[in-house]
Nanobody, 125 residues
Framework: QVQLVESGGGLVQPGGSLRLSCAAS????????VGWFRQAPGKEREGVSC????????YYADSVKGRFTISRDNVKNMVYLQMNSLKPEDTAVYYC??????????????????WGKGTLVTVSS
């Protein structure tokens, strides 16, 4: 059973950058779709970025296109989210998630089966 642990969150000024990491254990991510989700205070959890080898696509929310990049390291069994040009509205708890590739359809938190505990990103001047 796959376990996910996020790291890399913190306080950053607007325009700054952070790289979030997601370490997987108990199973490989090679056959799973992966994604990053976030939840701001008083708002629902939303998909930020997802990747699936089965569907052959990478998804980015409109609000982060051109600023965020999702990547994988299959040897280390890790997933990353590089966040550039951060804005105050990016402030949220960020979660790493995964699901078996054959089950993946959309970058929707309801579709994901495995979740990390989250890491807080605060963008403020």
């Amino acid at each position: 059973q796959v376990q996910l642990v996020e790291s890399g969150g913190g306080l950053v000024q607007p325009g700054g950058s952070l790289r979030l990491s997601c370490a997987a254990s108990g199973g490989t991510l090679a056959h799973r779709a992966v994604g990053w989700f976030r939840q701001a205070p008083g708002k629902e959890r939303e998909g930020v970025s997802c990747h699936s080898n089965t569907i052959g696509s990478t998804y980015y929310a409109d609000s982060v296109k051109g600023r965020f990049t999702i990547s994988r390291d299959n040897v280390k069994n890790m997933v990353y989210l590089q966040m550039n040009s951060l804005k105050p509205e990016d402030t949220a708890v960020y979660y790493c998630a995964a699901v078996l590739s054959y089950k993946f359809r959309h970058c929707d938190y309801y579709a994901m089966d495995y979740w990390g505990k989250g890491t807080l990103v605060t963008v403020s001047s």
